[in-house]
C-alpha cells in the first residue's frame, strides 16, 4: 500500500511554455502533498506543501505564481510551472503523507524530469 | 529556512564494515528525523526514523541515534553488503508538525565486494 504515482515522468518543452505535473496517491487519501525539486546529486529542496481544499504553502524562495499548485482532491495534486525557462529544468518529486502510516511518514512519487529548451 | 547539515557526502566501505553517516539540524522545535535511502533513478524510501523522544533506534542493521541537545542524529549500517550502495538523506522536521521536512544534502555510500 501507500503508492504514490507522478505524471508524466519526462517532458521536454519549449521556453515559454507551461507545464503541469500530477501527483496521485493511488490507494489511499492524502490530506498533505509536498513538492519537491531535486538538482543532479544533489538534496530535496522542498518547494511548497499542498493541502487538499487550500492554498499552498510555500517556502522561502520559491514564487508561487510560477509554480502554481492545485491539491483538488484527496488523491490528486498538480504542479504547473508557468513560462517555463531553461533554468527550471530539474526533477520535480511529489510526496504524500498517509494517515495510515505512523510517524507521518512520505511516501514519494517516482519524479517527473522536466527539460526546457 | 532552516538547515540541515550531513556528513560526508561520499562514503566508501568494503562489504562487511560498517557505514555511518551524521546530520545536524537547526531547528530546536524539530522532532521528527527520518533517513531516506535513494537509489539510482528510483525514489526516496524511508528506511528509519526517530523522535525526539527516543535516543536510539535500531531495525536489524540498521541504527539511528539522536541527541537532542547538540541537535545531531546519526545513520549507523553494520555489516554493510553491495546492496546497500544508494545516496542517503537525513531529514528533520520544520517544527513540530512532524510534516514539512528539510533535506540534508545527502550521502552517496558505496560498498565494494
Known amino acids: 500500500g501507500a503508492v504514490v504515482s507522478q505524471h508524466p515522468s519526462r517532458v521536454i518543452c519549449k521556453s515559454g511554455t507551461s507545464v503541469k505535473i500530477e501527483c496521485r496517491s493511488l490507494d489511499f487519501q492524502a490530506t498533505t502533498m509536498f513538492w519537491y525539486r531535486q538538482f543532479p546529486k544533489k538534496s530535496l529542496m522542498l518547494m511548497a506543501t499542498s493541502n487538499e481544499g487550500s492554498k499552498a504553502t510555500y517556502e522561502q524562495g520559491v514564487e508561487k505564481d510560477k509554480f502554481l499548485i492545485n491539491h483538488a482532491s484527496l488523491t490528486l495534486s498538480t504542479l504547473t510551472v508557468t513560462s517555463a525557462h531553461p533554468e527550471d529544468s530539474s526533477f520535480y518529486i511529489c510526496?504524500?503523507?498517509?494517515?495510515?502510516?505512523?510517524?507521518?511518514?512520505?511516501?514519494f512519487g517516482p519524479g517527473t524530469r522536466l527539460t526546457v529548451l | 529556512g532552516e538547515n540541515v547539515e550531513q556528513h560526508p557526502s561520499t562514503l566508501s566501505v568494503q562489504e562487511g564494515d560498517s557505514a555511518v553517516i551524521k546530520c545536524t539540524y537547526s531547528?530546536?522545535?524539530?522532532?521528527?528525523f527520518p533517513w531516506y535511502k535513494q537509489e539510482l533513478g528510483k525514489r526516496p524510501q524511508l528506511i528509519i526514523d526517530?523522535?525526539?523522544?527516543?535516543g536510539e533506534k535500531k531495525d536489524q542493521r540498521i541504527a539511528v541515534t539522536l541527541n537532542k541537545t547538540a541537535k545531531h542524529f546519526s545513520l549507523h549500517i553494520t555489516e554493510t553488503q553491495p546492496e546497500d550502495s544508494a545516496v542517503y538523506f537525513c531529514a528533520a522536521s520544520i517544527g513540530d508538525s512532524g510534516y514539512a521536512l528539510n533535506f540534508g544534502k545527502g550521502t552517496s555510500l558505496l560498498v565494494t565486494p
Open positions: 510526496s504524500a503523507i498517509s494517515g495510515r502510516a505512523p510517524n507521518n511518514e512520505q511516501f
Open positions: 526517530i523522535r525526539s523522544n527516543v
Open positions: 531547528d530546536s522545535a524539530s522532532n521528527y
